[in-house]
Structure formats: structure tokens, C-alpha cells
């Protein structure tokens, strides 16, 4: 139970200064006097109202500054209700009253009356108050006060709210044990929902669309990847699920036509139209006749040739010219001309040919 709250007197509280200043002894409670009235507490108090009798066989024992455990004990016969009690020092000054409506106890003739009592105080006093009697003292237990203490059920243990009661081996490892069982069902809830969760993302997959090709779920590392057209289908221009790369671009230009700089020729894409240049570098001073061959044959004819003199440096005298004659699919004959007798000269010609 709570402790109840004494009311020092005016009497004892002297008493009490008294005993802190060194003046007298320590304050020593001998007896408890008791009455079936309720009374206003009152400081001023020097007995208790209505009192029906005095119990000497009283012991206490501070367990705080402010708390004392109080035990009294009545072995009479006597029949009464319990509403207020008053604690007589060892001179008979009445030192601390208390009183309520409803009765502290019921005392029946063939009972043997045990009075067990918190009382508190307002002020840090307890360890000030001594008793006649400890023989049969039994405080409740704390961390530094030997006593008597309740036994926690396991339902209290679990719910670890009260701070007075024990607890035994027996309820601790019930106690444990149902703390193991909870951990027991959180792990297997939280392995569920991470088994869940892990559920959730290897149910999800990894596709590739367009140009883009492979994926799955993910169970496993994916590659995706994008297949590259080769030169012929760069060319084709049929397939719409690869990409065209710098070197398919290239080749497929090669396709269809093109520049190929070793010969030289041109294709020009989308058309069978094929475009070669050359050169020729030799000195001429007189009219002749130079055939000239296409490094490669056009595969049907050449429908157009044209030559061109080249001259090394600027004169005035250097007029050869050059025609063309004789057309082929292979080649053609270039024709130096002179215009005149004079210092006739050239250093040869370039040519450029289309066909197909």
C-alpha cells in the first residue's frame, strides 16, 4: 500500500529540533496510541482524540529520508476499527498523528493484530526517528534495507511496471522464455517479410525492346545488349532490330557505293554510277598518242572521260593540249596536240571517267 502521511505536532516537531541541534537524544518512538475516531490532524495535538488504547510492542525502521516502516502488534482480545493513531515518544509527548474515515483495520477478538505501516513525512526527518522494540520489525525490501518483499507473478514480471515486488528463478525464466518466443515469432515475421520483399523484386523482369535484346527476371545478373548490322545488311537497309556502327556505316557506304582512295574510284550510293580519276606525269614536247587503262573496268562502258594538260610551272610557250579518243568499259587514248611550232612542252595530264 502507499505510504500514509504523518502530521508532525507542534510538541514533537521541538522534540525533533532538539534532537538535530544535539540539545537531547535521538527521537525514540515507544508507543502507538490508537482510536475507532476519525479526527482532524491537528498540530496541535498533545493527545489522540478519542484514543481507546496505547500498543508498546511497536518497532520501525527508516527504509528512505522520508519513510518509515512502522509494525505494531495487539495480542488482546480487544474488538475495534482502526481510523487514527498517534505515536507517543518515550516521555509520552505525542509526536505524529494520522486519521482517516474508512477503517485502517478491522481487529476481531480471536485475531492476532498485526499493524504494518509506510508512514511518510513531509520532510527528510526519518532518519532522525528511532523505536523502542525491533525485534519483530519487518520492512519492505529495497536496495539497502533488509525486509520482507512480495513475489512478482509472471504476469507482473512480463509487464515490468511494479518496483517493489521480486522476482524468483522460476518466473524469470518463464519470463525469458516468453521473451524468446516473441523474438522467435518477430525474426520469423521479419524473415517472411524479407522473403516477401525478395519475392517482390525477382518477380519483376528486365526486358529489352527496339534495338535493345535480352533481360529476364532478376534471379540472376542480366546483360542486355544491341546487335550491330553488318556492311551487307548496312546496305540492304531491311532490317529494322540492329544498329548501324561507324564500321557497318563505312562498309555498307562500300556497298553501295563509296570512296575506295587505293584505285582511286567512287561509287555513288543508290545509282550504278561509278567515278574514277588518274594521272599521268611524263614529258611531252611533241604530239603523241598516251591509251590510257582504268585501274579497274567498268562492269558495263564508260560513258564519259576527260583529260586535262599539267604543266609543271607557268610559260607561255608550253601549249600542248590534250583530246580523247576511242572511249571504252576499259580505257581510253589521250591525244597531245601542239598549236604551233614553237617550244611545244607538257608534263602530262589528269583524267576523270564516269561509267557504269
Known sequence: MDPIQFIITTAGLDALVNAQSGGTDPIRIMSVGITEA?????????????????????????????????????????IYELRGLGLYLSDGTLFAVYSQNDP????????????A??????????????????SF???????????????????????GADPQRIITPA??????????????????????????????????????????????????????????????????????????TPSGLIGGLAELGGWDAGIPLFRIPGTPVIVMAGTLRTLVTTELVA????????????????PITYISADSNVRDLFVQMRERTRTGFNAYFQAGDDGDNRADGFDWIAFGY
Do not use: Y
Open 137 to 159: 520489525l519487518l520492512p519492505p525490501a529495497s536496495e539497502t534495507v533488509q525486509g520482507v518483499a512480495a513475489l512478482a507473478t509472471q504476469a507482473e514480471a512480463l509487464a
Open 171 to 244: 518466473t524469470l525464466k518463464a519470463v525469458i522464455d516468453a521473451f524468446g518466443l516473441q523474438v522467435d515469432a518477430d525474426l520469423v515475421a521479419l524473415a517472411s517479410g524479407f522473403d516477401a520483399l525478395l519475392a517482390a523484386l525477382t518477380a519483376r523482369t528486365i526486358t529489352g525492346a527496339g534495338l535493345v535484346s535480352g533481360g529476364g527476371d532478376l534471379s540472376a545478373s542480366r546483360v542486355l545488349g544491341v546487335d550491330a548490322a553488318s556492311a551487307a545488311e548496312t546496305a540492304a537497309g531491311l532490317i529494322a532490330s540492329k544498329a548501324v
Open 117 to 134: 505501516l509506510d508512514v511518510a513525512f513531509e520532510n527528510a526527518v526519518a532518519g532522525e526517528i528511532m523505536f523502542g522494540d525491533t
Open 104 to 115: 485502517l483495520f478491522r481487529k476481531v477478538s480471536i485475531s492476532f493484530f498485526l499493524l
Open 291 to 306: 591509251p590510257i587503262l582504268f585501274p579497274v573496268a567498268f562492269p558495263t562502258a564508260c560513258f564519259w572521260a576527260g
Open 38 to 78: 476519525q479526527f482532524i490532524m491537528a498540530p496541535t495535538l498533545t493527545s489522540v482524540p478519542g484514543e481507546l488504547k496505547r500498543i508498546d510492542a511497536i518497532s520501525g525502521q527508516s527504509v528512505s529520508e522520508t519513510v518509515i516502516h512502522m509494525t505494531a502488534q495487539d495480542v488482546t482480545t480487544d
